[in-house]
Every structure is written in C-alpha cells, then in structure tokens.
C-alpha cells in the first residue's frame, strides 16, 4: 500500500502562485509514476501533470503548459506542483496519483493511489 498526503493548498489572488507538496509512503517512492490532477465543482476529475519514476520525462495538460511545473525529490518520497499564474479556472481540490508503472498517464483509472485532496482557490 500507498500513502499519499497533500499539502500547500490555499488561497490565493489571480497570477499569484502556490506549490502543493504529496508525502509518501509504504512503497519505494523512486519506482512510483506520479501524477496531479484536480477536480472542480460539477466536474468530472482531470489530468494536470504526471512525472516519471526519475523526474526525467514530463507532461502537462495544455490548460496549465507553461504556467505549472511538476517535479520530485525521490531523496525526501515528496512529489511538488508548483503553480504560477493563477487564474480562477484553476480553483479546484488538487489530487496526488500514484501508479506502479514508469509513468502514468493522463486518465484516472491509469493510477492505483491517490491522497486525500487539497483545496486551490484562486480569487478573481
């Protein structure tokens, strides 16, 4: 098994930035692929960002392309998505994603763990 805790969600003001953390544990963390994807109100989960077991291949939706930026510290079992240029759109519970494979991809049920969720809200 899989934990996964969020972290650094918040509030925050339109092109402000926040950088939301996921802890993990119960697994060797460097052979996770990791992933970030949000949820807004009356919408269905998507995909943000997935990272491979080194950090060394990336992806991105294109809503956030530019403006986000995923990485991993395998030393420290911690996974980062640091956000810039925030814009209401944005707001939504942000989800940490785990998968056993080198590395996910952009559907949900691509991952095996998730963590509990942290609230982003961005202020117009």
């Known amino acids: 098994q899989v934990q996964l805790v969020e972290s650094g969600g918040g509030l925050v003001q339109t092109g402000g930035s926040l950088r939301l953390s996921c802890a993990a544990s119960?697994?060797?963390?460097?052979?996770?692929?990791m992933g970030w994807f949000r949820q807004a109100p009356g919408k269905e989960r998507e995909f943000v960002a997935a990272?491979?077991?080194?950090?060394?291949?990336?992806y991105y939706a294109d809503s956030v392309k530019g403006r986000f930026t995923i990485s991993r510290d395998n030393a420290e079992n911690t996974e980062y998505l640091q956000m810039n240029s925030l814009n209401p759109e944005d707001t939504a519970v942000y989800y940490c994603?785990?998968?056993?494979?080198?590395?996910?991809?952009?559907?949900?049920?691509?991952?095996?763990?998730w963590g509990q969720g942290t609230q982003v809200t961005v202020s117009s």
């Open positions: 994603a785990a998968t056993t494979t080198y590395i996910g991809g952009s559907a949900p049920n691509e991952y095996d763990y």
């Open positions: 119960g697994r060797t963390f460097s052979r996770l692929g």
């Open positions: 990272i491979s077991w080194g950090g060394g291949t990336t």
